[in-house]
């Protein structure tokens, strides 16, 4: 059976033009010259796809593909426009059209465009649906999974919510520690109040202590006020301290005591105060190591270390992909008020196959823009945009902030220079005080003579 086109075209010549080609493509085809008959013959008629002009008697084609999507959101439209600008196709995409053409009509181009329309037509019928679950609620602390590796995570989340215990979350970044963090507060009897989330990599090391634990009033330079930290806006709920792995060993002895006595201090303070806070903490890093490497102190170690629970990677929980897959479509779909209803069964097994170094927030972010780049309801292949070679085994395991780089730097070259400053100041080509404050602030571990 013939694919049936609809040419919507009030141009005498370019219409009959177009007819002929696309019937000696094999294509039946269908004309109507105005608006008004375009939009009554898409509803109409069974026709697998529309091509229809901007400028159109009557009511215009921006009209006519919004009245088509509104009724039948499946049909794919073709937009053809002598006004080739991008003002016109920004438009017509954001309407819902499959693509946009200038005129003169290239009829080469033409071709590949419909070819390109059946194709995912031809992906749709072997791909899943994607439905719409309009009682779908999306909390902040939603963690999706029914993957044997997720079910030993929600079991260790529910045994420490009703205790104030100190938890200590690893897993690669973007596997989710937020928001098991997140889901350990909120049912935890400390739900009714504050959660206080603070990324330490994000803040230089020599604000941390200010961020954290508050400051006095001409503490330090540019301390104009007095400053609330985290732990007194906490008050009451829970601090959660992501990439804890990158505070400073000043910041380290500060929170430790807090762990012991429950008091601290603000910067420039000699005043203690009292907080009643849970604390959790989070790395992507193996804390472990960087205590053996003097990079992290042990004492503090062990007392974050007084339940830990570990987040798997994605690649270690894929019988969650088909799950994780439909609850992001419908979440960004709501979001960005646009519905992806197919997933080509292409999509999948691209999905299947690589290895996500990113996690569940590269598979969230890489299906935000396929939805945004896909022109209609089918999730288009190459609309990925995947980081790396599908089934890599060579991809980074998680992903570094600059702050671990340099400090990693920092130390390859002192370990090369024997631990000698000077020569080690030249070769990073920074001065001796400032290797010494890197030093201090990464809380560098150096031998002693």
């Not at 690649?315 to 897959?325: E, H, I, K, N």
Request: net charge negative; aromatic share 6%; with cysteine.
């Amino acid at each position: 059976m013939k694919n049936k086109i609809l040419l919507v075209e009030d141009d005498n010549a370019v219409r009959r033009s177009m007819e002929i080609h696309l019937a000696n493509e094999g294509f039946q085809v269908l004309s109507a010259v105005d608006g008004e008959q375009g939009v009554e013959m898409a509803l109409s008629r069974d026709v697998s796809m529309v091509i229809l002009d901007v400028r159109l008697p009557g009511i215009d084609g921006f009209e006519v593909l919004r009245r088509i999507k509104e009724a039948k959101p499946s049909l794919q439209v073709v937009v053809v426009t002598a006004f080739d600008d991008m003002q016109t196709a920004i438009e017509a995409i954001k309407l819902g059209a499959a693509d946009h053409l200038g005129k003169p009509l290239d009829l080469e181009q033409l071709d590949k465009t419909i070819a390109k329309v059946f194709e995912s037509h031809s992906l749709s019928e072997s791909g899943y649906e994607v439905s719409v679950d309009e009682g779908m609620s999306y909390p902040s602390h939603m963690i999706v999974g029914k993957s044997l590796a997720m079910k030993e995570v929600f079991k260790a989340i529910g045994a420490v919510v009703s205790s104030p215990a100190t938890v200590l979350l690893e897993g690669e970044s973007g596997t989710g520690k937020e928001l098991a963090a997140r889901a350990i507060h909120v049912n935890s009897p400390r739900a009714d109040k504050p959660f206080v989330p603070v990324t330490c990599s994000v803040l230089a090391p020599s604000l941390i202590e200010s961020e954290i634990f508050g400051h006095e009033r001409g503490s330090f330079t540019g301390a104009h006020s007095k400053k609330t930290g985290k732990f007194e806006q906490a008050q009451g709920g829970t601090l959660f301290l992501d990439e804890i792995s990158e505070i400073p060993s000043s910041a380290q002895v500060k929170l430790l005591r807090f762990l012991q006595e429950r008091e601290f201090e603000r910067v420039g303070s000699v005043e203690s105060i009292k907080a009643d806070v849970r604390v959790i903490a989070a790395t992507n890093r193996n804390l472990m190591k960087m205590v053996a490497e003097g990079a992290f102190r042990r004492d503090l170690y062990y007392r974050l270390n007084v339940v830990t629970i570990k987040l798997p990677p994605l690649r270690d929980r894929m019988d969650d992909l088909s799950l994780l897959v439909k609850y992001f479509l419908n979440k960004i779909g709501r979001e960005l008020g646009k519905q992806i209803d197919i997933v080509p069964s292409e999509v999948m097994e691209q999905f299947k196959e690589y290895r996500w170094p990113g996690n569940v927030r590269e598979l969230e972010n890489t299906l935000r823009r396929a939805i945004l780049l896909s022109p209609g309801n089918i999730l288009l292949p190459e609309t990925l945009q995947l980081q790396s070679p599908v089934g890599g085994d060579h991809l980074p395991l998680s992903v570094r902030s600059l702050h671990e780089v340099e400090r990693e730097h920092i130390e390859n070259i002192l370990k090369y220079t024997g631990y000698e400053k000077k020569r080690a100041a030249e070769i990073l080509e920074i001065s001796r005080p400032t290797l010494d404050r890197r030093i201090q602030e990464y809380g560098i571990h150096l031998p002693k003579d």
